[in-house]
């Protein structure tokens, strides 16, 4: 048997790949930002590049749409220096976002330690990473990205609300956003009972007579929905009670349980398409109200419900 000609893994100059970080890596990440969360462990979807806050531009803000977290990234295609760490501070108080990604082409101690007492001693739901950027190809292959979390909060698994100041005025994404919940809502108005006519990426439906809650969220590219618990809550409760009948609920709805991950998202499921058309709505809207149903109906009768237990109802 022919042994495999296997190459050489070689790091090369991030210039090589982006010319100016401003003008090139920048935006190529802002077209890209997948690669960026699947190092990180989470979804973003883009909110805006060069956000203004007084006087300077922040590069990028992002959203976690599972979650609705607000994530700002800074980038640098060299070593960290003070200034960045001082425009990223000035940034998270001026966009009022929650979690800060800090990218560059490598860590001084100083500033991977600040990281770290950040996350150490700010409160929820404040979070810090540290990701480093190279540039590596085998060969004469194309330059390939690679992202390497170096600094990230202990036990990632914080859950965070939407609070950004846009003086009254919604975005393009959240008027977008808005637009479909109403389409939702015109077709299932019982829905208002759990969600408004919001530009939030997700609603909940709780479960009678426990804590647990079926989200139904919207990115640009699916619909989907999970169980979870409260926010902030610890994701291992959600995991005990579930466990118990995880078979039955995965042979009822169709899926796996999974472990929850670092969000505590269970029996995850989604439905991919062009999100941007609005044509497609209704029937993603139809399926996502026929499948919330069917979760909290599965949930429901597997767990019970004892006469007269209350029914708490989050907040999305």
């Known amino acids: 048997m022919t042994s495999p000609k296997l ?3 070689q790091q090369v100059s991030l210039r090589h790949a982006w010319n100016h970080e ?21 979804t973003l979807e883009l909110e805006g590049k060069e956000v203004q806050v007084g006087s300077f531009y922040a590069d990028l803000l992002a959203r976690n749409p599972l979650d609705d977290t607000l994530v700002l990234i ?34 001084r101690e100083p500033h991977l330690s600040a990281i770290n007492w950040l996350n150490e001693h700010t409160v929820e739901p404040f979070a810090f990473f540290a990701v480093q950027v190279k540039a590596v190809r085998i060969g004469d292959s194309p330059i390939a990205p690679l992202f390497e979390v170096v600094g990230r909060p202990n036990g ?29 809502l015109d077709l299932h108005p ?56 995880h078979q039955a609920l995965e042979s009822t709805l169709s899926t796996a349980m999974g472990m929850g991950g670092r969000y505590g998202h269970f029996f995850w ?23 919330q149903s069917q979760y909290v109906e599965a949930i429901n009768l597997q767990l019970g419900v004892a006469e007269g237990d209350v029914i708490s109802v989050p907040q999305a």
């Not at 062009?274 to 996502?288: F, I, Q, V």
Request: aromatic share 10%.
């Open 7 to 9: 190459g050489t893994l």
């Open 22 to 42: 401003a003008q090139n890596f920048t935006p190529w990440l802002a077209a890209n930002l997948d690669r960026l969360a699947q190092a990180l462990g989470m």
């Open 74 to 107: 800074e980038n640098q295609l060299e070593q960290t220096d003070h200034s960045h760490l001082g425009q990223i501070l000035t940034y998270l108080v001026g966009l009022e976002a929650q979690c800060v990604v800090w990218i560059a082409s490598d860590f």
């Open 156 to 184: 990632w698994d914080r859950q965070i609300q939407q609070q950004i100041r846009s003086g009254g005025e919604l975005s393009e994404l959240s008027r977008w956003r808005m637009r479909f919940w109403e389409c939702l």
């Open 190 to 245: 019982e829905q208002s009972v759990w969600g408004g006519r919001d530009a939030t990426s997700s609603h909940w439906r709780p479960v009678p007579g426990t804590d647990l809650v079926v989200a139904i969220y919207l990115a640009q590219k699916s619909v989907g929905l999970f169980v979870r618990g409260p926010r902030r809550g610890d994701p291992g409760d959600v995991l005990d009670q579930l466990t118990p009948h």
């Open 269 to 291: 499921q989604e439905r991919p398409g062009n999100l941007r058309d609005e044509s497609c709505w209704p029937d993603m809207a139809d399926w996502l109200n026929e499948r």
